[in-house]
């Protein structure tokens, strides 16, 4: 086994807080949808997380000593980027969790990976299907029937949020591999990238939202709790997370880092039922829990064991953390799931 499979225990130690602690900060952004939706339209609401996940990645640009790009076909690729892979998946997540809990919004973002393979093998051609990629699909989707409960019909407000959930994950899942296309090979850092595409997202949905929500309403008339929510989702969600996400990355290795994406349903699922007292139906963890082993069989973690070599040096870092960008979901490899 190697280093980076298995690390030593200072090594552990090293990654293994800001690890739990990304879990814990990605986790609870399901609970701070729930609690903005309560006042903001979806749309208001993923302007405001949005342009305040810009701003604090703008602040961070000059301390870096780093800068946006300037090659307008980066600027081109990032205007797709910001529309499939925030403002969209966002704002669904916004209109399901009108809809349906917060820890079952999380479980739903569990499904990206399911999207993303087929996506990047069938269109964008970064990825090839294997045996057992194609094995775990067919879990994974199996898992994503369970979860809905198809065997009690179709139709309803739940139904319909859940649907919008698993929407957002598709957004995800067309936009990680396109970033891995189209950017990932770009020389900008991924903090730069991030930034930029942000600011693009907020420009749409600045345009979008007054068409469809009509004009948002002023910040300051809001209650203090939505207002924290709003914050956490942008600055937290984003701006410290991102950070943290790249140190994991360059302590750990990418594989490793990547793996936070198991322990965030965990997480969504526990805040949900601590902090608003939700509760689920036994077939939503158990299809949760389906849909998470059809992922780790698409990734090589169960079944066969595979010796990856991950390099974890600055350059490496750099281009694993443009594959796909935050806005409150992990910059990660491509077949890795971003957040809600």
């Known amino acids: 086994m190697t280093p980076d499979i298995t690390p030593d225990r200072p090594a552990l130690r090293s990654w293994l807080p800001g690890f739990l602690a990304l879990a814990a900060i ?3 952004s399901f609970l701070f949808i729930k609690i903005g939706v309560r006042e903001l339209h979806p749309l208001h609401l993923t302007l405001y997380r949005v342009a305040a996940g810009a701003l604090t990645l ?20 990032l205007f797709v980027a910001a529309a499939l892979g925030v403002a969209m998946p966002f704002t669904l997540f916004g209109y399901g969790e009108q809809r349906v809990e917060s820890m079952l919004a999380g479980i739903w973002n569990a499904a990206t990976p399911l999207i993303v393979l087929p996506m990047a093998v069938l269109v964008f051609r970064t990825e090839r299907l294997t045996s057992r990629s194609a094995v775990g699909l067919g879990l994974g989707f199996t898992g994503v029937l ?17 649907l919008m959930c698993f929407g957002a994950a598709a957004c995800y899942g067309v936009a990680i591999p396109y970033q891995k296309r189209f950017i990932a090979g770009s020389s900008h850092s991924g903090v730069s990238l991030s930034a930029a595409q942000l600011l693009l997202a907020t420009a749409q949905l600045a345009v979008v ?21 709003v914050l956490a ?23 490793t880092a990547s793996t936070v994406t198991y322990l965030i349903p965990i997480f969504a699922v526990l805040i949900g039922a601590l902090a608003l007292d939700e509760r689920l139906s036994w ?39 443009t594959s796909a960008v935050d806005g409150g979901g992990p910059p ?9």
């Open 283 to 321: 077939h939503q963890p158990v299809g949760a829990l389906v849909v998470l082993a059809g992922v780790a069989v698409t990734q090589g973690l169960l079944g066969r064991r595979r010796q990856p070599a991950v390099a974890t040096g600055p350059a490496a870092v750099e281009k694993t953390a």
């Open 58 to 77: 703008l602040v961070l640009l000059p301390l870096l000593r780093d800068r946006l790009p300037r090659e307008p076909r980066v600027w081109a690729h």
């Open 26 to 28: 990605w986790g609870s």
């Open 332 to 340: 990660m490899p491509a077949t890795g799931p971003a957040v809600g």
């Open 233 to 255: 989702l942008g600055a937290l969600g984003t701006g410290l997370a991102f950070v943290i996400n790249m140190r994991n990355i360059r302590v750990a290795g990418a594989t």
């Open 146 to 162: 369970v979860v809905l409960g198809v065997w009690e019909g179709v139709g309803g407000a739940h139904f319909t949020g859940q």
């Open 209 to 229: 939202g007054p068409l469809v929500a009509g004009a948002p309403p002023v910040p300051t008339g809001l209650s203090a709790e939505v207002l924290a929510s």
